[in-house]
Nanobody, 115 residues
Framework: QVQLVESGGGLVQAGGSLRVSCAASGIIFSTYNIAWYRQAPGKQREFVASISNSRTTAYADSVKGRFIISRDNDKNTAYLQMNSLNPEDTAVYLC?????????WGQGTQVTVSS
């Protein structure tokens, strides 16, 4: 079965950095596109960043210049490096993988930024 497992979340002070990971199994990882989304309580899920199977990247305006998405196909893992964090970045961060249809979701990892 397809499984995406996020890790690396935690509590960090404003201005700090954190890297979350998305480990995939059950797919040919190198062929899949990967995206990070986040969802705060009472808010809609929002797009954060994506990296294609050809390593083309895209970012939401709110994180552009602060976050970096990357992937290591040998480890079947994608990463989101988050820098200059602020409390508005507090959310559950979820990994999404797709090739065509359907896409797959992980359960998410909690990132909390204190002020």
């Amino acid at each position: 079965q397809v499984q995406l497992v996020e890790s690396g979340g935690g509590l960090v002070q404003a201005g700090g950095s954190l890297r979350v990971s998305c480990a995939a199994s059950g797919i040919i990882f190198s062929t899949y596109n990967i995206a990070w989304y986040r969802q705060a309580p009472g808010k809609q899920r929002e797009f954060v960043a994506s990296i294609s199977n050809s390593r083309t990247t895209a970012y939401a305006d709110s994180v552009k210049g602060r976050f970096i998405i990357s992937r290591d196909n040998d480890k079947n893992t994608a990463y989101l490096q988050m820098n200059s964090l602020n409390p508005e970045d507090t959310a559950v961060y979820l990994c999404n993988a797709w090739l065509g249809w359907p896409s797959y979701w992980g359960q998410g990892t909690q990132v909390t930024v204190s002020s």
